[in-house]
């Protein structure tokens, strides 16, 4: 956990860390990286993170004290997304650091952990469902059971998605979370898996064969629209996805729209999300109101949610609430931290 790094890091004077050095600093700022600093060497994690995140408010250029409100945050439970987002900005903020191979394999090592945590919770999350079927409603079940699927698909696990998706009964409620995954997809250019997913939505007959159509023409105009900014896509590609829709005048309206699209060079671009470019947008997941939201977990929440799966008095509805606003801030983060995303289209 990087502690030999540390070692060595608090033994340097802070300008070797801090861009710029600490004598720019205020006095404010000094008190705050002085108490975090304290507090790291006696193991008080929880006291470092407020304090080196008081000090990253007043001194936001200052890459030493991104790293160490990193290192805090990643020894407290629930919080190994905001540890990443801190060391991504240092490592951006600060390019020649020369402990950037042990952050970045910290940084691999933390995406492994938020991911299992949010795997497995997803897990509890099914088999309560599944253990307490006969207090509420099949349509219930088959709602609560289709949110998890997408919550599945935003760690990148399609195939356990899919597989997930399979046990909703209900074809209309499946085909919305399908509608979500293919989003999704395309905002991450992932064109054939989305094109997979589409060709699902009719697989045994029952849905209205448009609805299909609508998938692979919403897939198309995205491909179309990414070729203009991403060389390595054909516009081919586009035409070859359009092609796939039966229905002949909704086909020969997308190749239209595609023609038009490549014809545009400056189109409104409906599926490009925003990509993050600089250090300071890794803080904006922090530090903007929309998105801190779903940085804020920490021990409490689990240890409520721990004793709420161990209780058999808890009131189910509220229980799955519960586990599903805690499920809905995890796997959102992680879907924006391990792409890059600072924001997607809704």
Same mark, same amino acid.
């Given at each position: ?13 802070? %300008? ?6 600490? !004598?720019?600093? #205020? ?23 407020? #304090? ?21 945050? #990643? ?38 952990? =938020? ?31 289709? *949110? ?8 990148? @696990? ?6 997930? =998706? ?53 897939? #198309? ?29 909704? *086909? ?28 300071? @947008? ?24 721990? @004793? %709420? ?28 931290? !391990? ?8």
């Amino acid at each position: 956990m990087l502690l030999s790094v540390v070692l060595t890091m608090l033994a340097l004077p802070p %300008c070797l860390y801090a861009q710029p050095s600490s !004598n720019s600093l #205020s006095p404010q700022a000094r008190i705050a990286i002085s108490t975090g600093l304290s507090a790291v060497k006696l193991g008080a994690w929880d006291v470092a993170a407020d #304090s080196f995140d008081e000090a990253r408010k007043l001194a936001p250029n200052a890459a030493g004290i991104l790293f160490y409100q990193g290192l805090a945050e #990643s020894h407290l439970p629930g919080r190994e997304l905001r540890a990443i987002v801190l060391y991504k900005a240092y490592l951006g903020t600060f390019s020649n650091a020369p402990n950037a191979r042990s952050v970045e394999n910290e940084i691999a090592t933390l995406k492994t952990s =938020a991911k299992s945590t949010t795997s497995e919770l997803i897990s509890s999350a099914i088999s309560w469902n599944e253990d307490n079927a006969d207090l509420v409603s099949h349509d219930l079940l088959e709602s609560r059971l289709a *949110r998890l699927v997408y919550y599945q698909s935003l760690l990148g @696990d399609l195939e356990g998605a899919l597989t997930l =998706a399979y046990r909703v009964e209900q074809i209309q409620i499946r085909l919305l979370v399908y509608s979500d995954i293919i989003k999704n997809l395309v905002i991450l250019e992932k064109f054939d898996d989305a094109k997979r997913v589409a060709d699902l939505i009719n697989d045994d007959g029952r849905v209205d064969p448009n609805q299909r159509d609508l998938a692979f023409k919403l897939i #198309s105009e995205a491909q179309a629209e990414a070729t203009l900014s991403n060389s390595k896509l054909s516009i081919k590609d586009a035409k070859d996805t359009a092609r796939l829709i039966k229905n002949g005048p909704l *086909r020969n309206s997308e190749l239209a729209k595609i023609a038009a699209i490549q014809q545009h060079s400056d189109p409104p671009f409906h599926w490009r999300g925003h990509h993050i470019k600089l250090p300071s @947008d890794w803080l904006l997941l922090l530090d903007n109101p929309n998105r801190s939201g779903e940085f804020d977990l920490n021990e409490k929440v689990f240890k409520a949610l721990r @004793d %709420c799966l161990d209780s058999k008095e808890i009131d189910p509805e509220k229980m799955f609430n519960e586990l599903d606003k805690v499920l809905r801030k995890m796997a959102t983060a992680y879907f924006y931290v !391990n792409e890059g995303f600072l924001e997607v289209p809704k």
